[in-house]
């Protein structure tokens, strides 16, 4: 069913563009490049689960990421388990411990579950910062042998780059999937009007619940990847808080509630980040002109870029989702 | 048995504190349904602003509070009517996320003029001594202060025409309209007096300890809490509050290591919310 849908394969294509453009003639600077789109894309896919399909607004989604790293680095590490079995179980301690703090938080209705959010990433990165097993607040090394189990530091890097682009594609796919289902018109019914919902038999506390893991799974797994490929890890890297912000900016930008759309916000964000980051002038400055896109989006175009196009061309929604 | 008992003390004059910056976040969510986003960031403007002033004028800070409320007055007209006034009304979501654009980049701005680097404001009052404790005259001037404040705004609105009016408007929007009441001016006032109030904790919390440009968010999860615990739009009951928040963090001080801290705030917020979601001191719904 899923195969039918063009969109799909539109996913799979910009995956294997991914990966084509830095193997074509081994162009590390490239990777690297790539990888952050790909982080970028990952993230705001996932975001766009809560925010633009059940409306709840996540301050802190880069839990997901940073704890999916740390569980992912002790594991490679302090247990020497391989690379994608941790990731895998970064994933799922992640997602499981997200739908555990869902059933508490997420009977808070819109505001309130925002701000708990902003608890939760405040909450853990001092649970974190405190934690012995995880070096509290210098964090951990990767131990080289890790690498070695993979061919090597320079195998191993590309290995990860690979699971990272196959997470990026799955995310999409995952948003695809969702926006399909039965269970995506359970989430938009709540997000249009969540009393509606719960009369019409969206059982609306377990739906987000659901939702809520799930927007943790891909991220974790992506941070568990970041993390090995890194080397290091510490609560200021894994908390960033401005990456969680930055998340949210990506989707506005893009277009929240689509899955072209998250993508796109991703990768044009990231774009203007690293140059502005690496411009003289302007690298000061780059949370100050995210702050004043973002306002923008929200005051001039909520619907962002996508928005803007679905206006222009009434039946791109039929291909681009 | 007395550490702890001095450390309550000192809890409580801070917490204070915590509850004159909880009544500016709780004003403007009771009046115009916004949970204004900015509010860290204006903490750390009001820091900022205390340490410009006292470095101009090298005069007791607490006689500078008065400039800095002003300021942050003014501050609250502009960032009214650049992020707010069109938001308001709308989705929950949009002006979540348009405050929280504001706060990005004063963030922004703040880092790169300031850097993330440690400030403090270089004064101190003689405290009073009592057995083998110390209560630094910062952290008593500072309680007074707050208490003051909170004062002159129960007054304000209780007793003013224009207080009325806002509690009228956050009342029933409508029906003050219908009454003869701009409420866009009245939105306008409110937020203002909000941002105002956050400015002067920060200006406050800054004569207490050193702070940075990113410090405010730390006050502003305290302020969240607080303004839960409190119940909305009860600005009054947002002191207290805040200075039950402060006693608590007193009690538990000597014994954990204050990293923990925002951690014990967060399972205190959430239980809070899941238990008495109209606020401790706030109406039970009826419905």
Redo the contacts between chains.
Sequence with gaps: MILRRPFFWIILLIAAGFIYAPLHGNNVSLREDLILVAIAIILASNLNLMIGYTGYVNFGHIVFYGLGGYVGLYLTTVRSWNLMLSALVAGVVVSLCAFLFGLAILRLRGAYFALATIGILQAVQAFVSNFDPWGRSTGMYLSFNSYQSLGGARRALWIAYFLIIAVMALSMIVSLVIKNSKFGLGLFAIREDEDAAVVLGVNATMYKAIIYSVSAFLPAVAGALMFFKNGMIDPSIAFEYMLSLEGIVMLMLGGQGSVIGAALGGTLYEKLRSYLLTSPVLSNFHLVIAGGLLLMVVLFAPGGLIGWLYRLMPRARKVIE | MSGVLASMIDGLLVGAVYGLAAMGLSLIWGVMDV?NLTHGAMIALGMFCMYLLFAAVTINPYVLLLPTIGAGLLLGIVVYW??VH??VGR????S???T??????V???G??VWSTSPYNVNFVLPGITIGAYTFTGNHIAAAISAVVIALALQFFLYRTRTGKAIRAVADNREAAELMGISSTAVLTIAFAIGIALACTSGALVSTLFPFTILSG?VY??KS?VVT?LAGLGKPFGALVAGVLLGLLEGVVTPFI?V?????I???L??VV??AFPQGIFGKRATA
């Design positions: 949970i650049m992020a069109w938001v989705s929950m979501l949009m979540l996320l348009s929280f654009a504001v706060n990005m980049m963030i922004g701005i880092t790169a968010s502003q999860l969240f839960i290591a990293s923990w801290i925002p951690l705030e967060f399972g917020f959430v919310l899941v």
